[in-house]
């Protein structure tokens, strides 16, 4: 990831332990700031490698056991010059489709009775279409054989149960939202305040790299201060060699 780098590998490290050690994240603005580089650009655009670094460590696991799978539409920046014809709602020009997956374990108190689900992993990947063959596929890599999906009764999911063990589906409800899907919104809506909070507006085409901090960091919510270790390894991984 850092073949080729103009910047000095110091200034590498600190933008790596400044992006580990804040939890929601950091704008290039205020990371050039606290590196105190001249120009923009190239902190800009190494944080995004940092980012695809990120993504690909998560890409190297699948999720397991029980999984809750939805959607999300997240808004973009699009060219000023289009705004005025911009269609509203799904399918706008503003509207990135995003896939949520989160790896959900029920839980029950054995004295209360109370059920509820833990979640330990999440994995979010933008959609170019609406269309079930992309979302088959975002299955296949994303998520074992031996799964059980959860998932809403969305056309587009019809041939989930195809690619894992079972598929169970539920009516588009309120209650679906909050009992059976709990995670994957929690997920979209932590994830829609983290960018809006940070970043204002993101292009489409980067989207993913911004999902993918996202994802990475809270899958690795527990890992403190051994964040800046596990990034580390992150950055000098050889994907290449190992996705052949």
């Not at 056991?65 to 959607?71: H, K, N, P, R, S």
């Not at 399918?91 to 989160?102: K, P, Y």
């Not at 004295?111 to 063959?133: D, P």
């Not at 999902?211 to 899958?219: G, P, V």
Request: with cysteine; hydrophobic share 35%.
């Amino acid at each position: 990831m850092m073949e080729n780098a103009k910047l000095p590998f110091r200034k590498w490290y600190l933008a790596m332990a400044f992006m580990s050690f804040s939890k929601k994240g950091l704008s290039a603005t205020e990371l050039q700031r606290q590196l105190g580089h001249k120009r923009y650009e190239p902190i800009w655009f190494m944080m995004h490698k940092i980012r695809k670094a990120m993504g690909n460590r998560d890409a190297l696991y699948k999720l397991t056991d029980m999984v809750e799978f939805d959607e999300g539409c997240f808004e973009t920046e699009i060219d000023n010059e289009s705004r005025t014809s911009l269609k509203r709602g799904r399918g706008s020009e503003r509207q990135v489709n995003v896939a949520i997956m989160a790896e959900s374990t029920p839980l029950e108190d054995v004295v209360t009775g109370k059920r509820s689900n833990h979640c330990r992993y999440f994995k979010m990947k933008v959609l170019e279409s609406y269309l079930k063959e992309e979302i088959n596929q975002v299955i296949k890599v994303s998520i074992t054989e031996k799964t059980i999906v959860f998932s809403d009764k969305s056309t587009s999911y019809v041939d989930i149960s195809n690619f894992v063990e079972v598929h169970v589906t539920e009516k588009s409800s309120k209650e679906t939202t909050t009992k059976t899907l709990p995670w994957v919104h929690i997920a979209i809506s932590n994830a829609k305040r983290t960018l809006l909070g940070i970043y204002h507006k993101i292009k489409g085409k980067y989207l993913q790299l911004y999902l993918d901090e996202f994802c990475y960091k809270l899958n690795r919510r527990y890992f403190g201060e051994k964040l800046f270790d596990r990034l580390t390894i992150a950055m000098t991984y050889n994907y290449w060699y190992n996705n052949g």
